[in-house]
T-cell receptor
């Protein structure tokens, strides 16, 4: 069964450094998402992406964050200058949107980011 | 705005006990509703879903019915196993933006 994959599974970085989290969505999906889960808290929406542009973003997704689909298979989340509070599990998701707005998002296994 | 409220955990049950995890939602329109499960150290896996009122989603012995009148989507299983120990998240899909809004998650621990 096709699945969303994410790399790396864990990343440790120093505050102020840039990180890029990578995702390979399911191959026929066109809609892509990033969510994050701070330890012990709920999963929060960050951004959605379709047709090479951002469709929707949350207030968390400020100028330090960017997303890109650099080729036909990868979808990346970049954090330009990491802060301690960026430490979280980051989930990528992808979907195909059916008639009538029916959609199910399939999530990757997550990247656990630790900012020191 | 849209929101999802789940019962607080942790929930601790003995094997073969009946499980209910409550979930209620607030939303405009008629959102799709989902239950996701997160096993220790793993990502989010879709457990079941329902896209309209009175739909029943089911998978692996778990069930949930979309109740518009009570704005609820409670998760049930007749006989839990130790392997069901995980965190369960209720979620709705915002029908305008397609973003998911998750509940806080309910940790289930099943004892042998």
């Amino acid at each position: 069964e096709p699945e969303v994959t994410q790399t790396p599974s864990h990343q440790v970085t120093q505050m102020g450094q840039e990180v890029i989290l990578r995702c390979v969505p399911i191959s026929n999906h066109l809609y892509f998402y990033w969510y994050r889960q701070i330890l012990g808290q709920k999963v929060e929406f960050l951004v959605s992406f379709y047709n090479n542009e951002i469709s929707e973003k949350s207030e968390i997704f400020d100028d330090q964050f960017s997303v890109e689909r650099p080729d036909g298979s990868n979808f990346t989340l970049k954090i330009r200058s990491t802060k301690l509070e960026d430490s979280a599990m980051y989930f990528c998701a992808s979907s195909v949107r059916l008639a009538g707005g029916r959609e199910t998002q399939y999530f990757g296994p997550g990247t656990r980011l630790l900012v020191l | 705005g849209n929101s999802v409220t789940q019962m607080e955990g942790p929930v601790t049950l003995s094997e073969e006990a009946f499980l209910t995890i409550n979930c209620t939602y607030t939303a405009t329109g008629y959102p799709s509703l989902f239950w996701y499960v997160q096993y220790p150290g793993e990502g989010l896996q879709l457990l079941l879903k329902a896209t309209k009122a009175d739909d029943k989603g089911s998978n692996k012995g778990f069930e949930a019915t979309y109740r518009k009148e009570t704005t609820s989507f409670h998760l049930e299983k007749g006989s839990v196993q130790v392997s069901d120990s995980a965190v369960y998240f209720c979620a709705l899909m915002d029908s305008g933006t397609y973003k998911y809004i998750f509940g806080t998650g309910t940790r289930l621990k099943v004892l042998a």
